[in-house]
């Protein structure tokens, strides 16, 4: 009966995927001037809320972008530019909704959030309100409230987030929204195969090498694959078949050997990209000898440039280099020589962190508190890529801050290792003799922070 059970799933779907696809020539149709109107997508959200309101979403090569109102963070409204090519979901994020927006390259979305509604209030054809599916029942919001169904039911309760999905998807399609309502179809139908494909693993069912098998032909699909969706589900897909023992030194090597063969085009390539990032964060000794394969391998262009001009080659070597927006270099013992007779604030965060982010406009007044005082604030980023740096510091407005640095290569920076920056924020107090006097002080939101600058400008030293 459970093998009648797996054919009965596995032919529904193949069904849908077919629908997908057959879609796909509409979505093309439908948008065929997207990718030369723009690769850019505007955006506007003005928050109503006291409360904190977040959104999230995933570019092309994979980093997440991260967005903040809110009292707390005494900001209501945010204006960015999003550089993107293909279409993205933009997730209104904040616990436990999880509600996502189609935006496409060259769209402008301006929207109010008040809590009760989200109301759109300028935009061009493309960008569409949110789903209308039942939030309790949603296959996005599933992760973020699988936790609280029995294990034995997990699977099953999966089943209905998806089945409810795709059913209030379809009820609410119409001829002027098909091309949206199959992108969200597809969405759905990836992140449903990615999180059978766990549940099955965890659960270690005796159909998961026929599951496998029959979602082959759905991974291997070159028209999403540019998604954040099917991404998950090739990585997911990829550990069910090769392992996932990221302790063993040759993992992301066996990984990305495997992956080689047995994808093919984009899909391909962005597993490969994937591989070669995860080499380069845990600093593997094969990652030299993998970005330089993956420069001969990747038929991307675009991601083959990203490397070229992200993914530095690993030198060997520890140095503390900082680099300005204009690409200026700087030893770091060269800033904290410079500023000596300072009481020195040093910020490590990064372009990815959230509460990193959220400090960003306390630094700011902390700086202009003591303007004319002997008191400097540095910004170091630890951000591995370059572009999500910038693109960060020209958001929060710190681009052309006197001291704004981004380490040089934080995967083997001496800066990095000898102050043990492990996680972001993280702050350092430096005393006006140049010696480091906390290695983990308080954030610049922390109304004490006011009096220990004052205490360390008014020490004298002999």
């Known amino acids: 009966m459970k093998y009648l059970y797996q054919i009965i799933y596995s032919t529904l779907f ?3 995927f077919i629908h997908c696809n057959a879609k796909e020539k509409r979505i093309t149709q439908h948008k ?4 030369t109107r723009s690769n850019k997508i505007k955006l506007t959200i003005i928050s109503k809320l006291n409360s904190f309101t977040g959104f ?6 994979g980093n997440l972008n991260q967005i903040a109102l809110g009292k707390d963070l005494n900001k209501f409204k945010h204006e960015e530019v999003i550089n993107s090519k293909k279409p993205i979901l933009l997730y209104y994020s904040t616990a436990p909704q999880i509600i996502p927006f189609l935006l496409y390259p060259g769209d402008s979305l301006s929207f109010e959030f008040t809590g009760e509604k989200i109301s759109i209030i300028n935009n061009v054809k493309g960008v569409d309100a949110p789903i209308k599916v039942p939030l309790n029942y949603s296959i996005f919001l599933y992760e973020s409230v699988m936790s609280k169904v029995p294990i034995n039911n997990r699977e099953r309760f999966l089943d209905s987030c998806y089945l409810m999905t795709k059913t209030a998807l379809i009820k609410n399609e119409t001829e002027e ?6 992108y969200y179809l597809k969405a759905a139908i990836y992140t449903y195969l ?3 494909l766990i549940r099955k693993s965890v659960d270690k069912s005796p159909d998961l090498k026929k599951y496998i098998d029959s979602i082959s032909s759905i991974v291997n699909d070159e028209t999403f694959c540019y998604s954040q969706e099917h991404k998950k589900l090739v990585r997911t897909y990829s550990m069910a078949l090769w392992g996932n023992d990221y302790k063993d030194e040759k993992h992301h090597r066996k990984i990305y050997d495997s992956s080689r063969q047995y994808y093919q085009g984009d899909v391909r390539n962005f597993k490969l990209f994937d591989e070669l990032k995860s080499m380069r964060s845990q600093k593997s000794i094969y990652y030299n000898d993998y970005r330089k394969l993956f420069l001969d391998d990747c038929s991307n262009q675009d991601l083959n440039l990203f490397v070229q001009s992200n993914f530095k ?3 060997g070597k ?5 680099l300005t927006y204009q690409n200026k270099k700087y030893k770091f013992s060269e800033i904290t020589a410079k500023y000596k007779g300072n009481v020195i604030f040093i910020d490590f965060w990064a372009s990815w962190c959230l509460p990193c982010r959220k400090e960003i406009p306390f630094a700011l007044k ?3 508190k003591y303007t004319n005082a002997k008191f400097k604030y540095v910004f170091i980023s630890i951000d591995e890529n370059f572009d999500s740096w910038e693109e960060a510091i020209t958001k929060e407005d710190i681009i052309k801050m006197p001291d704004s640095y981004i380490v040089s290569n934080a995967t083997e920076s001496s800066l990095i290792e000898n102050y043990q920056i492990k996680s972001v924020p993280r702050y350092l107090l430096f005393d006006k003799t140049g010696k480091l006097v906390n290695a983990n002080s308080i954030a610049p939101s922390d109304p004490k922070i006011i009096q220990i600058v004052n205490d360390l400008m008014k020490a004298v030293y002999n």
């Open 14 to 16: 193949a069904v849908l």
């Open 56 to 61: 999230h979403y995933f570019d092309q090569y």
């Open 177 to 182: 929204n098909k091309p949206i309502i199959d």
């Open 366 to 368: 902390l700086m202009e």
């Open 194 to 196: 990615q999180n059978k």
């Open 313 to 315: 080659a690993a030198s």
């Open 318 to 322: 520890l140095d503390d280099l900082l």
């Open 32 to 35: 065929q001037t997207y990718n």
